[in-house]
């Protein structure tokens, strides 16, 4: 019996043993393991968020103080950035925004106008600066190019992957601190600087705000309105003031009451209108050491607002950031941050040929000399003008009679503007 009981045990033991499957080997995939449709939840509507934006890299050439219409904007549409950079410079993948079935609609617009700041703001960090996109009167402007910044304008040079109806949406270049004086604003502390803002129209005549950071209020039609007048940059006509006029000697007087003294000045330009005025000046004992202010009308008092415009590269950019209500067409044409190495208050040589051509006997007669190593602008004691050019390693005098005069001569021999070395008449 025991001998027909083991025979049984071993036969149960080997029928086990046919029957276990064999061990899996484990991999690194993951089952797909099937659901049921019906039963899988909804997920919640994803808000996009910005794309994490690296610098870009500046294009080898600058665009000239007054280049041809539409030819920053060309760049945009004919030469972007290259998508094969290295990662760390590519530019950010284009935007897009498509309503889920089911947002809500107040939900869409708010995430379209997210969608469009962030596209915005990063068209403007990455382009901005170079092709000199400012606020006019509110709204991002591309200044050289002589156009207002649009949805359809982001979607051409690749920043917006599909436009949405350019009419309803304002895309704006506005102080986030200038935004909340208004009520139904609420700025995120981020925006709370000069950045995009977006605006939607809505039919009952109030608007909708929004930034990278998302919601940023909503204004009444009243509010909109002040909001963009605040950023108003028409303050009448603009234009140059004579070194006779009353007001000529109000603005100096308060730029020395700015410098902490009072004295004469050598001014080769105050250009104006009712809020705003530049003025490009020397002191008496230094003329290269050339100066320019921006002072702004309160209550009929001139008060110095921008300092050392004269060290400025990029100046419409960097002026329309500090004073965005300011009307750029106040600068001069030249651009004294580029010229400063090269003034000079005096030069050996010249003072030397105007005593060998006996239009000087001694440099005491001199009264007003400014120059680089190519031009210089002299007046004398009595009255007589000056304009001397270097070529054919001598120097060439011409005289002229008036400072309107000498301005032209060089500028018709140059093409450029030597206008900070011309003093007014």
């Not at 002589?146 to 304008?153: E, F, H, L, N, V």
């Not at 803002?197 to 998302?214: N, R």
């Amino acid at each position: 019996m025991i001998f027909l009981f083991c025979i049984v045990v071993c036969f149960l033991v080997g029928c086990q043993n046919q029957t276990t499957p064999p061990p899996t080997t484990t991999t690194t995939e993951n089952p797909v393991i099937p659901q049921n449709t019906d039963t899988v939840k909804t997920q919640p509507p994803q808000v996009l968020e910005p794309v994490a934006q690296t610098p870009q890299p500046v294009p080898s050439t600058v665009p000239p103080l007054a280049p041809p219409i539409q030819q920053s904007f060309t760049y945009l549409q004919k030469k972007p950035i290259p998508e094969t950079q290295n990662p760390t410079t590519q530019k950010p993948e284009p935007i897009t925004e498509n309503k889920l079935f089911w947002q809500s609609e107040n939900t869409m617009q708010w995430n379209n106008l997210k969608a469009v700041a962030t596209a915005a703001q990063h068209a403007y960090d990455d382009l901005g600066k170079n092709f000199s996109w400012i606020s006019k009167n509110g709204k991002l402007y591309a200044y050289y190019a002589q156009k207002i910044i649009t949805t359809d304008d982001l979607v051409s040079a690749g920043y917006l992957e599909s436009g949405l109806q350019s009419s309803n949406y304002e895309i704006l270049l506005l102080n986030g601190k200038d935004v909340m004086y208004y009520p139904g604003a609420e700025v995120p502390p981020e925006s709370m600087k000069f950045c995009i803002f977006v605006a939607y129209h809505q039919s009952d005549g109030s608007y909708l705000l929004g930034t990278t950071a998302g919601k940023a209020g909503i204004l009444s039609s009243a509010s909109y309105n002040g909001l963009m007048n605040r950023y108003n940059q028409n303050h009448n006509i603009i234009g140059k003031l004579s070194s006779t006029s009353a007001e000529y000697s109000r603005i100096l007087n308060f730029v020395g009451l700015y410098e902490g003294k009072l004295e004469d000045y050598f001014v080769r330009e105050i250009c104006k209108d009712d809020m705003y005025a530049v003025v490009t000046f020397s002191n008496r004992q230094n003329t290269a050491n050339i100066k320019q202010y921006i002072l702004r009308n309160d209550n009929n008092f001139w008060e110095v607002v921008y300092t050392n415009l004269q060290n400025i590269y990029a100046p419409i950019t960097s002026v329309n950031q500090a004073l965005p209500d300011f009307n750029l067409a106040l600068l001069p044409d030249f651009n004294l941050a580029s010229w400063k190495s090269s003034l000079k208050k005096s030069d050996n040589t010249l003072t030397a040929a105007l005593v060998s051509k006996k239009i000087i006997t001694d440099e005491n007669q001199i009264f007003y000399q400014c120059g680089t190593s190519d031009y210089f602008y002299i007046v004398l004691t009595n009255g007589s003008r000056y304009v001397a050019y270097y070529i054919e390693g001598a120097w060439q005098i011409t005289h002229v009679n008036s400072d309107y005069e000498a301005k032209n001569f060089i500028a018709q021999r140059t093409g450029a503007d030597y206008g900070f070395l011309i003093l007014d008449d």
